[in-house]
């Protein structure tokens, strides 16, 4: 009885509207999510896996070694090395190619790298325009890794109180 | 027999026999860097400590004997404790950087620290650094890294007897060195590679090319020698490459032939494969050119050109020559094609001169012991044989043999650099052999009173060398007498078998062996690559054999895996036969200059990593292998093109499907079970001594020279010595032909009218009026016969 009187009364009063309502009121004074890209953007963590570089020391020197345990790791197949003695004596690879369509920028390589070589940069902006552009060569790879080292080496900074 | 306990396991052992020993062979691994089960015990890295019950301390598993009823623990708390205190030891002076060590991924160090070591290291001070040496162009070294197992050293010791690498200084400072920084000439130093636990040494031609875990492992046979070491081919492969690539190649454990151990013949050759003479099409020649095509118009070249001689001539203005390390079924396929044609000029003994003894020649040359016995004799007599260039792990065997109280008597054309002590050595030049031989074999019969050879020798009289020499072989009790390279390619090889098996009969006991060149000599007996015996065992109507095909010049050629510049006695001979013969054809995985320069159609076939097949070794056991990775290029294995020449002649016999149908058909024909029979007395050579008026060279075919794909081979190529290819002289010669000028200067040699320039070494080690230069080097190219008349003069 006193439910059936309780539906009659919010019935009348139009309370089930005005609730709702309410929540459109609160959200419209609430800080917009939407973001409009590409003028605005969401933020990044720094874990952020997105496209793959190799990194070079300070000094210029590449930091790959050819020590090939993130070929061995990658669990997609996505990266073919080769390597020889350079002529100074040292470890060094001769090509390094990863197939970015072949790649699912799990991160394994990252992880598999002892001398944090290869990276994922924090950073999503990169497309292919033509067949064969997939391949991301040595000499693609270090570009990258040039271009981003600051931001590279910022997320590594980031990332080392958690290790 | 002892009974024991190992981790509560009941374990047998022999007395004396230590911990580690019974342990292994009833499977239970105890870790370990310095013992190694083919060298002395050392006993200095400590990584073996168990627990034995009632004993005070950890206890040394590899050098404690075991003893009745004593019960070990290998992981009980203390020896766990043990073992990771050593650990951290070892690791001290140890970088840690796998990643760029070659041995990353196989290495014994990385294995046991992640087995039985620790996680963390005390040790924070600075670590000691090592510099390195250069020992030669097949090892590498990275010295920090060694963690003075001394394995290298005792393999040095005790197996090679190289006795260049040592351990210098003591305790913290102790390092592995060549002393003087010299390379390390040893004809098996590959495998200190091998037992090297770590990656202080490691090979130098595969550095850092790949990696453990992405090579691909395939069982083979080594191509080379007699003895069919038993050997991994490892390869490896990428997205980009079509086919897989043979990276590097490392022994197979074999008790009963190479044991552990390969030679380094056998372990680095592999780099010819990969040569950029490497022949990847069909070639044929045009009008003067070479071109390119494809393998239905080359065959069809190479038929209708042995055709033409058959209709226009007949059949036996073709000869065939096949090298003696093609596999018994190229070398079956070889001789039915050649005998289907009509001829029966086959022959797989390029390097051979006389061969007054074919028709009495038992079923293969060989070895009546097996291999593994080689060791167990106590009297050992080398005849002209260099048995550490030739076979190298045989020649490991005789060491042994040696170290073990053995005696090794020798005859030779020149001085040997043998790395074992002889109790008695002849260098008797090439002339000298065989008179020196007969008065060996006058002495023994003199002693015995055997009037059947005192009657045939009668007018020899043995000098004093001889008489002791005989006093020698006759002490031994169990003795076996080798005839080498140099016998087998002597001018009177057939009167030298004659006489060894003369002085084993007057015995009455002793073993025999002829230690063959090329990889499956027996093979080729077997499967009847010779021209006088079918496959049957038969004796047929001989054809022309090696030397008389290019004696008496042919019109048509068919060469397998032959080079005759390099690998023929007379080099000279051959290539005018060759270049005056209207059809040459060749099936060979290598093309060079030369080669263009004779052959009209050239096909390419694959080398040993990329066939399957199967060698006879020299005691006469069958080794099948299968190819690792498909034929470079175009090319095909060597059987499919015979058999495929077979049917462009339209041959019955010739569709085989597979190899295994050519080996049914082989196995019907012959009896496959033929085993070695030691050749049958003959007596009726006459002993005049090989005396020609002049000047003998000494021919023989340096290690890294005897083939194709070792000639190759890169870096083996980097190990021959100024030295092996200068032309060496005795001082007292080089006197009488007044060459006033001092080791190192050019001379010219000149043989059959031909000269070339070489450089000059005085040598007391060759005998006076002898020069000593070997074939097969790129020098001596296409130059005059083994045992020819040379002039040595100032250019
Ligand atoms: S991110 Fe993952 S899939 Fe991509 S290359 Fe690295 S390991 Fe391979
Ligand atoms: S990128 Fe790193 S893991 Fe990969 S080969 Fe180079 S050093 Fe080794
Ligand atoms: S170089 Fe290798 S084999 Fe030789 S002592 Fe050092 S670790 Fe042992
Ligand atoms: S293996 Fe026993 S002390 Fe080295």
Not at chain 2, 235 to 264: C, F, M
Not at chain 2, 360 to 387: A, W
Request: hydrophobic content about 35%; overall charge negative.
């Amino acid at each position: 009885m006193i439910q059936k009187v309780k539906m009659w009364a919010k019935s009348f009063t139009l309370f089930e509207l005005f609730k709702g309502l309410g929540i459109t009121w609160r959200n419209m004074w609430r800080k917009k999510i939407t973001v409009q890209y590409p003028e605005e953007e969401t933020p990044v963590s720094f874990r952020f896996r997105g496209v793959l570089a190799l990194r070079r020391y300070p000094n210029g020197e590449e930091r790959c070694i050819a020590c090939k345990l993130c070929e061995a790791v990658c669990p997609a197949l996505a990266i073919t090395i080769e390597s020889e003695p350079r002529a100074d004596g040292t470890r060094r690879t001769t090509r390094y190619d990863i197939d970015a369509f072949k790649c699912i920028n799990c991160g394994f390589c990252e992880e598999a790298c002892p001398v944090d070589s290869i990276v994922t940069v924090p950073e999503s902006h990169y497309h292919m325009e033509e067949r064969g552009e997939n391949i991301m060569t040595k000499e693609k790879l270090l570009a990258i890794g040039d271009m981003f080292e600051e931001k590279i080496a910022k997320a590594k900074k980031l990332d080392s109180e958690y290790r | 027999m002892i009974e024991f306990e190992i981790d509560g396991v009941k374990v047998k052992a022999e007395p004396g026999e230590t911990i580690i020993q019974a342990a292994d062979r009833a499977g239970v691994y105890i870790p370990r860097f310095c013992y190694h089960k083919k060298l002395s015990i050392a006993a200095n890295c400590r990584m073996c400590l168990v627990e034995i019950e009632k004993a005070p301390k950890p206890t040394p598993a590899c050098a404690f004997p075991a003893s009745q009823d004593m019960k070990v623990f290998t992981r009980s708390p203390v020896a766990l404790k043990a073992q990771r205190a050593v650990m951290e030891f070892l690791l001290i002076n140890h970088p840690l950087d796998c990643p760029v060590c070659d041995q990353g991924g196989e290495c014994e160090l990385q294995d046991l620290s992640m087995g039985y070591g620790e996680g963390v290291s005390q040790y924070t001070e600075r670590k000691k650094c090592v510099d390195d040496e250069d020992i030669g162009p097949l090892i590498s070294t990275y010295m920090t890294r060694c963690i003075k197992c001394t394995r290298c050293v005792r393999f040095g010791d005790e197996i090679a007897g190289m006795p260049e690498i040592g351990a210098v200084n003591r305790g913290e400072d102790t390092e592995i060195s060549t002393y003087v920084g010299k390379s390390v000439k040893s004809e098996v130093s590959g495998n200190i590679i091998d037992i090297c636990p770590v990656g202080a040494l490691t090979s130098k031609p595969y550095k850092f090319t790949a990696r453990a875990w992405e090579l691909k492992q395939h069982a083979s046979i080594a191509p080379h020698d007699c003895l069919g070491s038993n050997i991994y081919i490892h390869t490896a492969s990428n997205q980009y490459q079509k086919g897989r690539e043979v990276k590097r190649v490392v022994p197979l454990d074999n008790e009963k032939i190479n044991e552990t151990w390969l030679s380094d013949r056998d372990r680095f050759s592999y780099e010819g494969l990969n040569s950029e003479n490497r022949v990847t099409r069909p070639m044929i020649k045009q009008g003067g050119k070479w071109i390119e095509t494809d393998w239905q118009s080359a065959m069809d070249m190479a038929y209708q050109g042995f055709a033409k001689i058959v209709e226009m001539k007949n059949p036996d203005a073709i000869g065939g020559l096949i090298s003696p390390s093609a596999t018994t079924e190229e070398h079956y396929l070889f001789q039915q094609l050649l005998r289907a044609i009509g001829t029966n000029n086959i022959d797989h003994r390029i390097r051979q001169i006389d061969f007054s003894d074919s028709m009495d020649s038992p079923t293969f040359p060989g070895l009546s012991i097996n291999i593994e016995e080689l060791e167990k004799q106590d009297t050992i007599v080398l005849i002209g044989s260099n048995i550490r260039h030739e076979q190298p792990l045989a020649g490991v065997r005789v060491r042994k043999a040696w170290k073990n109280g053995g005696k090794v008597l020798a005859i030779n054309p020149v001085k040997r650099n043998y790395n074992f002590d002889t109790a008695k050595e002849m260098t008797v030049g090439i002339s000298n052999m065989v008179p020196f031989l007969s008065e060996v074999v006058k002495a023994l019969a003199d002693k015995y009173k055997n009037k059947r050879f005192i009657e045939w020798l009668k007018d020899i009289k043995p000098s004093q060398d001889a008489i002791d020499f005989a006093e020698e072989i006759d002490k031994g009790v169990e003795t076996a007498i080798l005839l080498g390279a140099d016998s087998l390619s002597h001018p009177q090889a057939g009167a030298i078998k004659s006489l060894v098996i003369a002085i084993l009969a007057i015995l009455q006991k002793g073993n025999y062996g002829e230690l063959t060149t090329g990889a499956n000599s027996a093979g080729a007996w077997l499967a009847g690559a010779v021209p006088h015996r079918l496959p049957t065992g038969e004796n047929d109507s001989a054809g022309l054999n090696a030397q008389q095909m290019f004696s008496q010049p042919l019109d048509g050629y068919l060469l397998h895996g032959v080079e005759p510049e390099f690998d023929v006695a007379n080099p000279q001979q051959a290539l005018t036969a060759l270049r005056y013969a209207p059809h040459v054809v060749v099936l060979s995985p290598f093309v060079s200059e030369t080669m263009k320069d004779y052959a009209n159609v050239i096909l390419p076939i694959g080398a040993f990593s990329e066939i399957s097949g199967s060698y006879v070794n020299v005691e006469g056991t069958t080794q099948r292998f299968r190819s690792a990775n498909a034929p470079m290029g175009e090319a095909r294995p060597g059987w499919k093109v015979l058999r495929v020449m077979g049917n462009f002649f339209e041959f019955e016999g010739f569709d085989y499907k597979d190899l295994e149908e050519v080996q049914m058909s082989f196995k019907e024909e012959s009896d496959d079970d033929r085993k070695f029979e030691r050749p049958m007395l003959y007596m009726k050579q006459d002993f005049v001594a090989h005396k020609p008026k002049g000047l003998i060279r000494i021919v023989d075919w340096p290690m890294y020279r005897v083939d194709a794909t070792t000639r190759y081979a890169k870096s083996l190529q980097k190990t021959i010595s100024d030295e092996e290819r200068s032309a060496r002289i005795h001082s007292k010669t080089v006197k009488q032909l007044k060459l006033n000028i001092p080791s190192g200067h050019m001379v010219e040699v000149i043989q059959n009218d031909e000269s070339i320039q070489v450089k000059l070494v005085i040598d007391d080690n060759v005998p006076e009026k002898h020069v000593y230069l070997p074939a097969g080097l790129e020098e001596t190219a296409g130059f005059g016969e083994v045992a020819g008349i040379v002039e040595v003069k100032i250019p």
